[in-house]
């Protein structure tokens, strides 16, 4: 078994990104493996297969990178495949910024166990595709632009499918006031709050938001605090959707049985004795380890 390390992203130019890798010292014959290079613009994927198969290289030169956004950041993963032992594997996934430090990964734990544990309450994010396959049912080749925003194949961003896969953390949104914008037609009842968050998942405007109580929200505008060049710590401003929306026919699939707003100990008293043994063993373990006991 091989095992893949040093995942980098480099490049100093619009029209490319380098990505290199290495292999861990092994006894494995190398000539039976293949790797492949996949490349996403969410950390949840889905990812597209750019290079491969790759035998005994461990260099890539992405010559497709769209980089004309300054608010999109593609991240990269290796996919290592030995088809004669039915192996198949992934390396972590990486991107331009590089990987954190000891400091920031210490700094992102706590913003973690701090959303996690006691402010947060469980969000999921949409990240907006922003390239790729245009809608085959709005987009007008002719004029360059959508012919509807109210369309269900790409939801108003013009490419197919319109998000990506949905990723669950959590968050701490701002209760939104209640306004009413009265027209001589209609009543408008779109509210901005405010929203914090860890430094991952990376959300970027225009992106969608969902809280456990089905609101949803767009993405104005976010704003990072970063520790050499990682961001441990987000905040921003969301538009409240209206109901109605084109974003409401974008289905959310989760287990509600075991959908839980926040935190579980967070509802119970423990020093109350019929409380004491409320949590399993793998609960407390989890909330053990958050503090660095294993």
């Not at 095992?3 to 290495?22: C, K, L, N, P």
């Not at 976010?222 to 905040?235: C, G, I, N, P, W």
Request: charged share 25%.
């Amino acid at each position: 078994m091989i095992a893949i390390r040093r995942v980098r992203v480099t490049g100093f130019s619009r029209r490319y990104f380098d990505v290199d890798w290495e292999i861990a010292p092994t006894n494995d014959d190398l000539q039976e493996w293949e790797f492949y290079v996949e490349r996403s613009e969410a950390e949840a994927g889905p990812f597209v297969e750019i290079a491969g198969p790759l035998i005994d290289r461990y260099y890539v030169r992405d010559n497709s990178t769209p980089q004309i956004s300054t608010n999109r950041l593609l991240f990269y993963r290796i996919r290592a495949v030995n088809k004669s032992r039915r192996i198949e594997f992934y390396s972590e996934v990486v991107d331009r910024e590089g990987r954190e430090d000891l400091i920031a990964a210490e700094i992102g734990s706590l913003e973690t166990m701090l959303f996690e544990e006691f402010i947060g309450t469980r969000t999921w994010l949409f990240v907006r595709r922003t390239f790729g396959q245009r809608c085959p049912q709005c987009w007008d080749n002719v004029l360059g632009k959508r012919k509807t925003d109210r369309c269900s194949t790409c939801f108003g961003t013009g490419f197919s499918g319109g998000y990506h896969y949905p990723i669950e953390f959590f968050a701490q949104i701002d209760k939104a006031p209640r306004v009413v914008q009265s027209t001589t037609q209609l009543n408008h009842q779109q509210v901005a709050c405010g929203f914090r968050c860890p430094g991952s998942p990376r959300i970027s405007p225009d992106d969608l938001l969902i809280d456990a109580n089905n609101r949803r929200y767009r993405v104005l505008t976010v704003a990072a605090t970063s520790r050499l060049r990682v961001d441990v710590h987000q905040e921003g401003q969301l538009l409240g959707l209206q109901p109605g929306s084109i974003e409401d026919a974008i289905e959310l699939k989760v287990e509600h049985r075991q959908l839980s707003l926040a935190a579980h100990r967070n509802f119970t008293n423990p020093h109350s004795p019929e409380e004491a043994g409320g949590a399993t063993d793998e609960e407390i373990v989890s909330l053990l380890a958050r503090y660095g006991y294993r």
